[in-house]
């Protein structure tokens, strides 16, 4: 338990200074919230007053006082470029990206897990070389080739699945729904790859340990040696993994949404910083931050549960 | 572990079952686009920050000019016809317009459209604390006075023969009295299409007007889509999720060659890209130089490398652009002896180093200064490129580096000489000071006559050839594409395209 307070600590300070770190790199950048809103022919005076308006004259020490005191009461900002709270711009976005997420966790992992299994169990088929090399491919490939793929198969050549959301900016989950499927499958096939190679490798580690040897000799079924001695040993490094690839569902989709058109937090990112909503690209960057770290503490903490090895005496 | 394996492999198959179930409901639904109904493509210009109030900077067009009337449109030739405007007339002077209004024409909440509202939107167009962007288009008008319900009298700060053109700018649309508060989200127009749901980061859906004055809309609803880039939407017109993109990236085009399906327009426009040289700064403030820096260059082989062959229309340093009544045909050949001749005259026997800034700000403008250091070398003059971050760029680097890209919209003659070149403009980006020209401009717009003013203003032209500081090679050839059962869009720059007039079969 002091473990895993430290680890805590250590992630909030980890957080804190990338915080100020981001405020301080977004606010040295050229150009704020007035510029981005009148744009290239906004006159002197009128930027001045509206830097007026919204405290951005404040020496920048000022300014990040206020900003960590409403964040830390919940307050994300306001964006003067959209005129609107950062949080109802922002919560929208971050429920359809987690949607797509969702559906492309569902489809990757559990399938991932087994598929890896397979092959690191008999990696003498046939099968498992062919699929062994497609997943390689898979992971080489950029996002967008195989997003563009997807899209050509499964809705050019079979119109099975719209081909770019279009739908209103409240849709609801029922009407998002159609348009996740070719995002969601993009995203599958890269973190499918990913931890489908990692329980292979491990798989293919554990298997040859004295102790699957020793239950072999023993005489004990294959189904068992699998279920209590292979899976248990083979997940803790597949579990981090899945924390990673967890958290860059989340936080790396960039490339998918724009991809598909997608209004997710990708998105919203892309056309933040091409319209240099600071106000707005801050507590994105804290959010793909604050997923991360706990990602990673999770992951520690699930390897913890699975690996005994890994509990300390103090617990 | 089989179990368990069965039960994971379970949720799959009704995962991916679901999947096809529920994609090929949204594919019904997509394959019925009804006749009736037109989707056009639109960009994420300004990310969510758009208003329907056609004054504001962030105005959203193409819908604004759904739902709004101007007093006077154009034409196919560019020539002004009547929208709400009936007629126009004005003194010999040309700095007093009258301008008599259809009657009987409605807004669409019911109410009649009469003087009261031309006044009221002319004032928030000049309004200098508001300060619209088509101030600087209309700024030149200093009063607007109600004669009669159907009759206004516009007074100008100056004489200037073709402010119908100007009152033609696709922003000078006609909104109702009082209406600055609620416009930007709840827009009442006179125009062909009424605002049903405005939603500029997903699908704005606009209905039809039956009651508009050139005839009931062919079409019963226009659903405007917005796409966060031009790649994404290009698959949308391929998959049959939009009918109507008004520009798409030349280099898509190759996606919508089958004619059966896709119907592609080119459209000269009146965009431009220019490199600018400040005549403050050294050693631009010498005419030789700066003729030197323009005629050292082959525009035609830098429009085609910069914009793709057939993307754009060659210019001689005139922003008038081809399709206007205005326009200066001159001939600027690449002039390597002259230019090193000219180089020479002013001292620079070896050569010349200049920087010019760039940014990738907006598309075309990096490749322009790398196209043109290689056109140039021949003539001794050495290009050093300088990269500044795109979200300075308009604020401290052009107008302000001694050299650098440039890039503006598509305006009427008038509008751009007098916003760009007139020596006291405050978007004049080289700070180039011709007292001659002012002088020239002031006289032309002041012309009554339409075939002297037209010679006034091709004289202004050819003497920007010989003395300007701004390198204007080409202008820019859209693009536009949509599928084959849309009618009605002309092959004509969209200011002038009747959205009434537009079917879907």
Same mark, same amino acid.
């Given at each position: 338990?002091?473990?895993?307070?430290?680890?805590?600590?250590?992630?909030?300070?980890?957080?804190?200074?990338?915080?100020?770190?981001?405020?301080?790199?977004?606010?040295?950048?050229?150009?704020?919230?007035?510029?981005?809103?009148?744009?290239?022919?906004?006159?002197?005076?009128?930027?001045?007053?509206?830097?007026?308006?919204?405290?951005?004259?404040?020496?920048?020490?000022?300014?990040?006082?206020?900003?960590?005191?409403?964040?830390?009461?919940?307050?994300?900002?306001?964006?003067?470029?959209?005129?609107?709270?950062?949080?109802?711009?922002?919560?929208?976005?971050?429920?359809?990206?987690?949607?797509?997420?969702?559906?492309?966790?569902?489809?990757?992992?559990?399938?991932?897990?087994?598929?890896?299994?397979?092959?690191?169990?008999?990696?003498?088929?046939?099968?498992?070389?062919?699929?062994?090399?497609?997943?390689?491919?898979?992971?080489?490939? !950029?996002?967008?080739?195989?997003?563009?793929?997807?899209?050509?198969?499964?809705?050019?050549?079979?119109?099975?699945?719209?081909?770019?959301?279009?739908?209103?900016?409240?849709?609801?989950?029922?009407?998002?729904?159609?348009?996740?499927?070719?995002?969601?499958?993009?995203?599958?096939?890269?973190?499918?790859?990913?931890?489908?190679?990692?329980?292979?490798?491990?798989?293919?580690?554990?298997?040859?340990?004295?102790?699957?040897?020793?239950?072999?000799?023993?005489?004990?079924?294959?189904?068992?040696?699998?279920?209590?001695?292979?899976? !248990?040993?083979?997940?803790?490094?597949?579990?981090?993994?899945?924390?990673?690839?967890?958290?860059?569902?989340?936080?790396?989709?960039?490339?998918?949404?724009?991809?598909?058109?997608?209004?997710?937090?990708?998105?919203?990112?892309?056309?933040?910083?091409?319209?240099?909503?600071?106000?707005?690209?801050?507590?994105?960057?804290?959010?793909?931050?604050?997923?991360?770290?706990?990602?990673?503490?999770?992951?520690?903490?699930?390897?913890?549960?699975?690996?005994?090895?890994?509990?300390?005496?103090?617990? | 572990?089989?179990?368990?394996?069965?039960?994971?492999?379970?949720?799959?198959?009704?995962?991916? +079952?679901?999947?096809?179930?529920?994609?090929?409901?949204?594919?019904?639904?997509?394959?019925?686009?009804?006749?009736?109904?037109?989707?056009?493509?639109?960009?994420?210009?300004?990310?969510?920050?758009?208003?329907?109030?056609?004054?504001?900077?962030?105005?959203?067009?193409?819908?604004?000019? %759904?739902?709004?009337? /101007?007093?006077?449109?154009?034409?196919?030739?560019?020539?002004?016809?009547?929208?709400?405007?009936?007629?126009?007339?004005?003194?010999?002077?040309?700095?007093?317009?009258?301008?008599?209004?259809?009657?009987?024409?409605?807004?669409?909440?019911?109410?009649?459209?009469?003087?009261?509202?031309?006044?009221?939107?002319?004032? /928030?167009?000049?309004?200098?604390?508001?300060?619209?962007?088509? /101030?600087?288009?209309?700024?030149?008008?200093? =009063?607007?006075?109600?004669?009669?319900?159907?009759?206004?009298?516009?007074?100008?700060?100056?004489?200037?023969? #073709? &402010?119908?053109?100007?009152?033609?700018?696709?922003?000078?649309?006609?909104?109702?009295?009082?209406?600055?508060? =609620?416009?930007?989200?709840?827009?009442?127009?006179?125009?062909?299409?009424?605002?049903?749901?405005?939603?500029?980061?997903?699908?704005?859906?606009?209905?039809?007007?039956?009651?508009?004055?050139?005839?009931?809309?062919?079409?019963?609803?226009?659903?405007?889509?917005?796409?966060?880039?031009?790649?994404?939407?290009?698959?949308?017109?391929?998959?049959?999720?939009?009918?109507?993109?008004?520009?798409? #990236?030349?280099?898509?085009?190759?996606?919508?060659?089958?004619?059966?399906?896709?119907?592609?327009?080119?459209?000269?426009?009146?965009?431009?890209?220019?490199?600018?040289?400040?005549?403050?700064?050294?050693?631009?403030?010498?005419?030789?130089?700066?003729?030197?820096?323009?005629?050292?260059?082959?525009?035609?082989?830098? +429009?085609?490398?910069?914009?793709?062959?057939?993307?754009?229309?060659?210019?001689?340093?005139?922003?008038?652009?081809?399709?206007?009544?205005?326009?200066?045909?001159?001939?600027?050949?690449? #002039?390597?002896?002259?230019?090193?001749?000219?180089?020479?005259?002013?001292?620079?026997?070896?050569?010349?180093?200049?920087?010019?800034?760039?940014?990738?700000?907006?598309?075309?403008?990096?490749? &322009?200064?790398?196209?043109?250091?290689?056109?140039?070398?021949?003539?001794?003059?050495?290009?050093?490129?300088?990269? +500044?971050?795109?979200?300075?760029?308009?604020?401290?680097?052009? %107008?302000?580096?001694?050299?650098?890209?440039?890039?503006?919209?598509?305006?009427?003659?008038?509008?751009?000489?007098?916003?760009?070149?007139?020596?006291?403009?405050?978007?004049?980006?080289?700070?180039?000071?011709?007292?001659?020209?002012?002088? %020239?401009?002031?006289?032309?717009?002041?012309?009554? #006559?339409?075939?002297?003013?037209?010679?006034?203003? +091709?004289?202004?032209?050819?003497?920007?050839?010989?003395?300007?500081?701004?390198?204007?090679?080409?202008?820019?050839?859209?693009?536009?594409?949509?599928?084959?059962?849309?009618?009605?869009?002309?092959?004509?720059?969209?200011?002038?395209?009747?959205?009434?007039?537009?079917?879907?079969?």
């Amino acid at each position: 338990m002091i473990n895993l307070a430290r680890r805590v600590t250590f992630s909030l300070a980890t957080f804190i200074a990338l915080a100020v770190v981001s405020f301080l790199g977004i606010d040295a950048l050229p150009g704020d919230g007035c510029t981005a809103l009148l744009g290239r022919f906004g006159s002197d005076t009128k930027i001045e007053s509206c830097r007026q308006e919204n405290q951005l004259n404040d020496p920048v020490v000022v300014r990040l006082k206020n900003w960590s005191t409403d964040l830390i009461s919940g307050d994300l900002g306001y964006s003067i470029k959209r005129d609107e709270q950062v949080s109802e711009i922002i919560i929208p976005r971050l429920r359809n990206t987690a949607v797509m997420a969702a559906v492309a966790a569902v489809i990757a992992f559990p399938s991932a897990i087994v598929v890896g299994l397979l092959l690191g169990r008999f990696p003498q088929k046939r099968s498992s070389k062919v699929v062994n090399q497609l997943s390689v491919i898979a992971m080489t490939l !950029p996002e967008f080739v195989i997003a563009t793929v997807l899209w050509l198969v499964l809705s050019i050549w079979l119109p099975i699945f719209p081909g770019v959301s279009v739908m209103p900016s409240n849709a609801s989950v029922l009407q998002l729904l159609p348009n996740v499927w070719l995002p969601a499958f993009t995203l599958a096939v890269v973190i499918f790859a990913h931890s489908m190679r990692t329980m292979r490798a491990s798989v293919t580690n554990v298997q040859t340990m004295p102790f699957v040897e020793s239950a072999q000799l023993r005489g004990t079924k294959e189904r068992t040696t699998i279920s209590r001695h292979i899976v !248990p040993a083979a997940l803790p490094p597949v579990m981090n993994v899945v924390a990673l690839d967890g958290a860059w569902l989340l936080t790396g989709t960039f490339v998918t949404e724009a991809v598909f058109n997608f209004q997710g937090l990708g998105r919203l990112a892309i056309d933040a910083i091409s319209d240099r909503d600071t106000a707005l690209i801050l507590p994105i960057i804290l959010f793909g931050l604050a997923v991360y770290l706990i990602s990673s503490l999770l992951a520690d903490s699930l390897a913890r549960i699975f690996d005994p090895r890994l509990r300390s005496a103090k617990g | 572990m089989i179990r368990t394996m069965n039960k994971l492999q379970k949720i799959f198959v009704t995962f991916l +079952a679901f999947g096809l179930i529920s994609g090929g409901l949204a594919s019904c639904g997509r394959t019925s686009s009804a006749s009736g109904v037109l989707r056009v493509g639109n960009d994420a210009g300004f990310g969510g920050a758009e208003t329907m109030d056609p004054y504001d900077g962030n105005r959203t067009w193409p819908t604004i000019n %759904m739902v709004f009337d /101007r007093l006077i449109g154009v034409d196919k030739d560019f020539s002004p016809i009547a929208e709400l405007a009936q007629s126009w007339s004005s003194n010999e002077d040309l700095n007093e317009w009258t301008i008599k209004l259809r009657e009987g024409v409605k807004f669409h909440d019911g109410s009649d459209f009469d003087a009261d509202d031309v006044v009221y939107s002319i004032n /928030r167009m000049i309004d200098p604390e508001f300060d619209s962007p088509i /101030r600087a288009v209309l700024g030149v008008i200093t =009063t607007a006075l109600k004669v009669s319900d159907f009759e206004v009298k516009l007074t100008l700060a100056t004489g200037e023969a #073709d &402010l119908p053109l100007l009152l033609a700018d696709y922003r000078a649309l006609m909104t109702p009295v009082d209406s600055q508060a =609620t416009i930007g989200k709840n827009p009442i127009g006179t125009g062909p299409f009424k605002m049903e749901i405005f939603d500029p980061a997903g699908t704005t859906v606009l209905l039809a007007n039956e009651n508009y004055f050139f005839g009931q809309p062919k079409l019963e609803r226009i659903e405007v889509i917005t796409f966060a880039d031009s790649q994404s939407a290009a698959q949308a017109l391929a998959g049959d999720q939009v009918d109507l993109l008004l520009a798409i #990236d030349g280099k898509s085009s190759a996606m919508f060659g089958d004619e059966a399906k896709f119907t592609l327009q080119n459209i000269p426009s009146g965009d431009w890209n220019a490199i600018d040289f400040r005549v403050d700064q050294e050693p631009f403030g010498d005419a030789r130089v700066r003729k030197a820096l323009r005629i050292a260059a082959d525009r035609q082989v830098i +429009a085609d490398t910069v914009l793709g062959v057939g993307g754009g229309v060659v210019a001689c340093d005139t922003p008038v652009w081809s399709a206007d009544p205005y326009r200066w045909n001159g001939d600027c050949p690449k #002039d390597t002896e002259g230019a090193k001749a000219l180089l020479a005259e002013a001292g620079y026997k070896d050569g010349i180093d200049i920087e010019i800034f760039t940014s990738d700000v907006e598309v075309h403008m990096v490749e &322009l200064v790398t196209a043109y250091k290689e056109q140039v070398k021949d003539a001794g003059i050495r290009v050093t490129i300088k990269m +500044a971050d795109a979200s300075g760029f308009w604020d401290d680097v052009w %107008m302000k580096e001694s050299a650098f890209v440039d890039s503006w919209g598509q305006r009427p003659a008038t509008q751009v000489l007098n916003e760009v070149y007139r020596s006291t403009a405050t978007w004049n980006p080289t700070g180039q000071v011709d007292k001659d020209l002012d002088k %020239m401009l002031d006289e032309a717009r002041a012309t009554k #006559d339409q075939a002297a003013r037209a010679k006034k203003y +091709a004289q202004i032209q050819e003497r920007l050839f010989e003395n300007s500081a701004i390198f204007l090679p080409y202008h820019k050839t859209l693009t536009r594409a949509m599928s084959s059962k849309v009618k009605g869009v002309e092959p004509i720059v969209i200011d002038a395209v009747r959205w009434e007039k537009i079917s879907v079969s």
